[in-house]
């Protein structure tokens, strides 16, 4: 069954997004878009000082953007790495259930404050031996609160939230044909650039570069003594770093091509001290951090001869970003817009192809997606009615029985009726009195028979348990057994704190004696899978 997915980047000038679908084991890109945003709209959305008065963000482009906001979209954006805190922690081991349990304190200890009022995601960076260095992603709750308050106001509301840059890790998983074992990407934006490492399919380093392309614009503006709009017009349609041998040049052309090599120098420098500092602290042999291809990413990607100047310095095949082929839409998107669309790419992928080891989506526990924590309540329903259905099927066959039961009788009552009758001919063949004291005896038998009906039912218990579930968790149920005395539950869900709030608000539910979390074991995609034990109690339910 095909899927849609949807990734938007909210970059500092520009909106970038991308729909596609994944079906039969097809990726297709079904539309695009790149729209220039509002100024200031970056900040408003994700700075805390920014003085967001509760307002759509949007303003006026707002209607523009409607198709991109449906409610029944599914839409994965990111975070900026600079609004959030970032570290590396090692582990003695590699098993990734203890490496879940193990590092909000493991973290806590390489940070100077306490994260009792903070979020962690967290991936695995690289393995050496039975050592993993895992990356650690953390954010103020208060902070991811009010980035999500300020997505709705503009009518969205994501259902994944990664980290600018490193989702561009899933461009190389879905596509790795081709690319070197060790490659790097680097995300020009307007204010900066994030330059990301990534060895054998693994993020190895993700690093802020101080240089975007508002440098570039400024430095041409400077040159010339022109206004930053003239020198942005400059270095799009004219601008070079390196002069083309092939066609004759103007002064004026020149100038913007010395002046852009210039400007370019400490980009050429951080990624330089980059590299030097990830070959220098290479900690194994087997997977050896040499970066063998750069692929530029961004608006400036585009910049004539920025691949050739930057591989020439930096002594590697530097590339800028092309779709795949095979990802196409039927109308062709130009080669110019493919850096452009390489984050929102990357942020669909991440949500239609899932890592095996997990990805950073801060969108889970309390700040889980709501259209999840209505999942269990759907994922109810399959089972509800296939359980309905086996008891339709067994009454059914009760029925049955009974009748051809009666009917057997009425034959045998017939016949004994005859041979009476042709033995004593003026007898008596049933006393009325007798015959209703006998029906009356046979309708309290019958009672007697369904008086369990009045105690809990399956479905009864079922139902009990999907309405005292908190909401606001995510839980898939696997399995569902009950009998007279005794409910078990199996599942899965997030963590083993959202096991234990399942069996709290469970214990408080009036019909159920006892309720106790037999067992617990985390699964390889990070989330816990559980069983749940409930004793009922004997007391009679009020239909």
Not at 12 to 28: T, Y
Not at 88 to 108: D, G, K, N
Not at 150 to 171: N, S, T, Y
Not at 190 to 216: C, E, Q, T, W, Y
Request: aromatic share 8%; net charge negative; charged share 25%.
């Amino acid at each position: 069954m095909a899927k849609r997915f949807v990734g938007i980047d909210f970059g500092h000038q520009d909106f970038h997004a991308v729909e596609l679908f994944r079906g039969m084991g097809e990726i297709k890109i079904i539309r695009h878009e790149i729209k220039p945003l509002p100024e200031g709209f970056h900040s408003r959305i994700f700075r805390e000082d920014s003085g967001f008065d509760g307002s759509d963000p949007m303003g006026p482009i707002r209607e523009e953007m409607n198709d991109w906001f449906q409610p029944e979209i599914r839409v994965f954006t990111a975070i900026p790495p600079e609004q959030l805190f970032h570290r590396t922690v090692s582990f003695p081991f590699s098993q990734p259930r203890r490496i879940s349990q193990l590092i909000r304190f493991e973290a806590e200890g390489h940070l100077p404050f306490s994260l009792q009022d903070h979020l962690i995601e967290h991936f695995p960076s690289e393995y050496h031996g039975k050592k993993t260095d895992v990356m650690a992603w953390i954010i103020e709750r208060e902070k991811l609160r009010k980035m999500l308050d300020r997505f709705q106001a503009m009518g969205l509301d994501p259902a994944g939230i990664g980290v600018e840059g490193l989702c561009l890790l899933h461009l190389s998983l879905a596509c790795a044909n081709g690319l070197p074992a060790c490659h790097a990407y680097l995300d020009l934006g307007a204010k900066r650039s994030l330059f990301l490492v990534i060895n054998h399919g693994r993020p190895v380093l993700l690093r802020s570069l101080a240089f975007g392309g508002d440098d570039l614009t400024q430095a041409l503006a400077e040159e010339f003594g022109v206004s930053v709009e003239q020198g942005e017009a400059g270095k799009l349609t004219e601008g070079r770093i390196r002069p083309d041998p092939s066609q004759e040049k103007e002064d004026q052309q020149r100038r913007i091509a010395s002046c852009l090599d210039k400007a370019i120098s400490p980009l050429i420098t951080g990624i330089e001290n980059t590299i030097r500092f990830i070959e220098r602290h290479r900690l194994e042999e087997e997977f050896p951090r040499r970066i063998q291809e750069i692929i530029l990413c961004g608006g400036s990607a585009n910049l004539s001869g920025l691949d050739n100047t930057l591989s020439d310095n930096l002594d590697m095949p530097v590339r800028a970003y092309r779709i795949p082929e095979t990802w196409m839409p039927e109308a062709e998107i130009p080669e110019s817009e493919h850096p452009l669309l390489a984050e929102p790419l990357a942020l669909a992928l991440q949500d239609a192809l899932p890592s095996r080891t997990g990805t950073v989506n801060f969108r889970k526990g309390e700040f889980a997606y709501r259209m999840e924590s209505r999942s269990f309540r759907i994922k109810l329903i399959l089972p509800a009615l296939l359980l309905i259905m086996l008891i339709l099927v067994s009454l059914m066959r009760v029925f049955v029985v009974k009748s051809r039961a009666e009917q057997e009788v009425e034959v045998i009552r017939s016949q004994m009726v005859q041979a009476l009758k042709r033995e004593i001919p003026n007898a008596t063949v049933a006393d009325p009195l007798k015959q209703v004291k006998q029906m009356l005896i046979e309708t309290q038998n019958r009672a007697e028979r369904y008086k369990d009906f009045t105690s809990a039912s399956a479905l009864k218990v079922l139902s009990v348990i999907s309405e005292n579930i908190p909401g606001d968790l995510w839980v898939e149920v696997s399995r569902f057994s009950y009998t007279e005395s005794q409910a078990r539950l199996e599942g899965e869900t997030q963590g083993f704190q959202e096991a234990k709030s399942i069996v709290d608000s469970l214990a408080s539910v009036p019909l159920f004696e006892k309720v106790v979390l037999e067992d617990t074991r985390t699964i390889k995609q990070g989330n816990v899978q559980f069983v749940i034990q409930i004793s009922l109690k004997k007391e009679k339910i009020n239909p």
